[in-house]
């Protein structure tokens, strides 16, 4: 069974522009949460969504928003990008809501210039 | 979890040898927690779990001793080989949907 997939791999923007990375879960997974990875930060929690519904946030600014489609897949966006929104960003899919094993996709690495 | 820096603490162990990496939870009313290896370039990946009404589990090569008193999860590795070389994160869950708060990780470095 093919594991997380994240597209794209690699971007490079500027400030003030908006991006929007995309999650398809392992199939038959219906949940997906999203994740920032930081040196400075480590690990984050930003959004995790199910049933197609936003069912928890993290403590992020709403510059940071997500959405699910039918299909399970998951996109996220960034708007008015800043330098600090430099990050790798993971996705994770679980079987359903409250499932507690998460699997990570390999994360889509932002440069923000 | 802890708090996290730019420069994770480090584990160097013998080709062979055990290792033992250690966490400290934050949150006394977590039920579930987890260890995740990470890799470079790569994402995490799932290692063991635990929940919080047992005190170990054993999984192949790796035992997870959780210790609720003082809110300390390790992970151990027995026989360490090259290919365990890593970033090791622990992660608790609450009662919050699939939310994962992560320790700030140590990293294995494997001697042959």
């Known amino acids: 069974k093919a594991g997380v997939t994240q597209t794209p791999r690699y971007l490079i923007k500027t400030r003030g522009q908006q991006v929007t990375l995309s999650c398809s879960p392992i199939s038959g997974h219906r949940s997906v949460s999203w994740y920032q990875q930081t040196p400075g930060q480590g690990l984050q929690f930003l959004f995790e969504y199910f049933s197609e519904t936003q069912r928890n946030k993290g403590n992020f600014p709403g510059r940071f928003s997500g959405r699910q489609f039918s299909n399970s897949r998951s996109e996220m966006n960034v708007s008015t990008l800043e330098l600090g929104d430099s990050a790798l960003y993971l996705c994770a899919s679980s079987l359903v809501f409250g499932e507690e094993t998460q699997y990570f996709g390999p994360g889509t690495r932002l440069l923000v210039l | 979890g802890e708090s996290v820096g730019l420069h994770l603490p480090t584990l160097s162990v013998q080709e062979g040898d055990n290792s033992i990496i250690n966490c400290a939870y934050s949150?006394?009313?977590?039920?579930?927690f987890i260890w995740y290896k990470q890799e470079s370039g790569k994402g995490p990946q799932f290692i063991i779990d635990i929940r919080s009404n047992m005190d170990k589990r054993q999984g192949q090569r790796v035992t997870v001793l959780l210790n609720k008193t003082v809110k300390h999860l390790s992970l151990q590795i027995a026989a360490t080989q090259p290919g365990d070389s890593a970033v090791y994160f622990c992660?608790?869950?609450?009662?919050?949907?699939?939310?994962?708060?992560f320790g700030g990780g140590t990293r294995l470095m494997v001697k042959p």
């Open positions: 992660a608790e869950k609450g009662n919050a949907g699939n939310m994962l708060t």
């Open positions: 949150n006394s009313a977590s039920d579930y």
